[in-house]
């Protein structure tokens, strides 16, 4: 079992950065895929990026060169850095672990980028 917490969401002028947070306690972190998601209002939850065990990254084309995953095994936390914010990513994220059939979310933490 593994829990996942994700913080750092809020309010933001377009063009500007916010940095996510997901903490994860209940297993062996390091050996987890994490990946940061995200759900607009009437539409499908979408990944954002994602980061496997071994550190190898990708990301949706709409978030490409803004925003960067990370991952720090040994604080158990997996980051997404989110520079030049637009209005479209306003959205609530959150965080995924998987590994083989497990799969874990977090409850969600909302960013809004308006002016």
């Known amino acids: 079992q593994v829990q996942l917490v994700e913080s750092g969401g809020g309010l933001v002028q377009p063009g500007g950065s916010l940095r996510l947070s997901c903490a994860a306690s209940?297993?062996?972190?390091?050996?987890?895929?994490m990946g940061w998601y995200r759900q607009a209002p009437g539409k499908q939850r979408e990944l954002v990026a994602a980061i496997t065990s071994g550190g190898s990254t990708n990301y949706a084309d709409s978030v490409k060169g803004r925003f960067t995953i990370s991952r720090d095994n040994a604080k158990n936390t997996v980051y997404l850095q989110m520079n030049s914010l637009k209005p479209e990513d306003t959205a609530v994220y959150y965080c995924?672990?998987?590994?083989?059939?497990?799969?874990?979310w977090g409850q969600g933490t909302q960013v809004t980028v308006s002016s």
């Open positions: 209940g297993s062996i972190f390091s050996i987890y895929a």
């Open positions: 995924n672990a998987a590994w083989g059939p497990y799969d874990y």
